[in-house]
Each structure stands twice: as C-alpha cells, then as structure tokens.
C-alpha cells in the first residue's frame, strides 16, 4: 500500500517515526513536510493539501496527517473529492473511522498523543479493514452529496 504521511512543524519528529514504523508492515512511505533542521513554521493548509490531493486523485492509497491537534488537517484533507478524513485519539475511533467510514485519511495530534499511542492508533487504523453491507449505502451517499456539491457550484 502507498502511504503519504505529511505534517507541519507540530509533528516533524511524529511523522518520521510513524514512517518508518508503517514501512516496517510493508507499505510504501512518501514522506512530505519539514525536517527536523528547520525551526520556522509550516501552515498545515499546505501540507495537508498535497496529502489530500494524492488521496483523492489516487497516487496515494492512504493518507496520514500530523499537527498540532489533528483538526485543522482534518478540515482541509475533507475539502478533496473522495476524502474521507478524521482526528482520531482512541483505539475505537481508530478502528471505526476504517470499518464504518473507510477513512482513508489518518489524523493525528502531534501534540497531545504520545508515541506509543501513535503508533497503536496507526496499526489498529492500518489493520482494520471496511465493513461494507450498510456502511457502503452510506459512503454512497455522502459521494452523491459530494458530487452534487460539485455540480452546484460549477453553476
């Protein structure tokens, strides 16, 4: 699985862990965001967009994104077709959001979660597969509402 992972400067020392522990299940890591030699600032409407954008174009299977809270990624991630993302900080969310929602934009708070929790919400998230059955009538339809969306705002 192709995985990108972004973060701004919340979660520099967050996501490089976290891509090196999601290489060790195989998967294919793109690494976006700053380094840990780089103090300034980085707007996460940024990072998140070009995470986003690979997911919703699918040049990325899946996405990861690390902030401060998780939140303001979220936000952006949910502006691309296709998107479906959410902050999760619990091992039931982590689960829920990939067999109810089929999440396919992990986000995370570089700041209020510790690395162990991390990295358990990572592989719960990772491991969890979608459910289908009543949960995919309802993907469906927020895909129509997505799409109709669209179409009015293209008026």
Not at 66 to 79: D, P, Q
Request: with cysteine; charged share 25%; proline share 4%.
């Amino acid at each position: 699985m192709k995985i990108m992972i972004g973060s701004d400067h919340h979660g520099v020392r967050t996501r490089l862990n976290v891509g090196e522990y999601i290489r060790g299940f195989g998967n294919e890591v793109v690494d976006v965001g700053p380094t840990n030699d780089n103090p300034e600032p980085v707007d996460y409407p940024d990072i998140a967009a070009q995470i986003a954008e690979a997911v919703s174009t699918g040049k990325a299977d899946r996405g990861i994104l690390i902030c401060g809270t998780g939140i303001g990624m979220s936000i952006v991630a949910n502006k691309f077709p296709g998107v479906r993302a959410a902050p999760v900080a619990d091992d039931v969310s982590a689960e829920m959001s990939r067999r109810h929602n089929d999440l396919n934009v992990l986000c995370l708070s570089g700041d209020m979660l510790t690395e162990e929790t991390i990295d358990r919400l990572v592989e719960i998230w990772l491991k969890s597969e979608f459910a289908g059955g009543r949960h995919l009538r309802r993907l469906n339809k927020i895909t129509a509402i997505e799409k109709e969306q669209i179409q009015k705002n293209k008026q």
